[in-house]
């Protein structure tokens, strides 16, 4: 059964700080992999893909992805209230598998 | 203008009854799904479609069926409804087929939450 693990939270970040949100995967294999953020009664909105090892980043958003070790983070900067979701992380096995989603709260 | 656009948004019905939620999309997109997103906000695939052909079908009751009739369109029907049915279900679309390039980036609707009384 291939499976994809996050925290559940919730991840307490005051405002202005980093936020980091980690994920691992169980199937070596996997190629692609993704950040959803999904706001409360709000469908996922993919916010980061990544393809290749290394960092991948975009405005306060940083993706990190480490296919040895099958982890992949997501970076939040300057981390505001308006981050406040549940991020999903996804990864394409052949059909796309999300994880139990990290809860993020950042406080004023 | 919605990209990805369900009906009803909202069901609430009794156990035993059967019911459908309809899906469509104008992004021009080949592949189509169905998700579970249960109270515990775990997102799990049940079905997908690409350009009309089923070509993932996870363990799902048989009391669930998908049905494409072309390939903006994707609809849900589950028969003999149980309180174990009850959650939102998401409909998405995405440019092509897993495996393949940007197939990750999944277009969700805005869900149909579903209450089995």
């Known amino acids: 059964q291939k499976e994809v693990e996050q925290n559940s939270g919730p991840l307490s970040v005051p405002e202005g700080a980093i936020a980091s949100l980690n994920c691992t995967y169980s199937?070596?294999?996997?190629?692609?992999f993704f950040w959803y953020r999904q706001y409360s009664g709000k469908s996922p909105e993919l916010i980061m893909s990544?393809?290749?090892?290394g960092d991948k980043e975009d405005g306060r958003f940083t993706a990190q992805l480490n296919k040895a070790s099958q982890y992949v983070s997501l970076l939040i900067r300057d981390s505001q209230p308006s981050d406040s979701a549940t991020y999903l992380c996804?990864?394409?096995?052949?059909?796309?598998?999300f994880g139990k989603g990290t809860r993020l709260h950042i406080l004023p | 203008d919605t990209a990805v656009s369900q009906t009803p948004k909202y069901l609430v019905t009794q156990m035993g009854n059967d019911k459908s939620i309809k899906c469509e999309q104008n992004?021009?997109?080949?592949?189509m799904y169905w998700y579970k997103q249960d109270s515990k906000k775990f997102l799990k695939i049940m079905f997908s479609?690409?350009?009309?052909?089923?070509?993932i079908n996870e363990t799902v009751p048989n009391r669930f069926s998908p049905k494409s009739p072309d390939k903006a369109h994707l609809n849900l029907h589950i028969n003999s409804l149980e309180l174990g049915d009850s959650a939102v279900y998401f409909c998405?679309?995405?440019?092509?087929?897993?495996?393949?390039?940007?197939?990750?980036?999944?277009?969700f609707g805005e869900g149909s939450r579903l209450t089995v009384l």
């Open positions: 998405a679309s995405s440019p092509g087929t897993s495996g393949a390039a940007n197939t990750g980036e999944l277009f």
């Open positions: 199937d070596r294999g996997s190629q692609s």
């Open positions: 990544i393809y290749s090892n």
């Open positions: 996804a990864v394409d096995d052949d059909k796309i598998i």
């Open positions: 992004l021009g997109h080949d592949t």
């Open positions: 479609y690409n350009n009309k052909e089923l070509i």
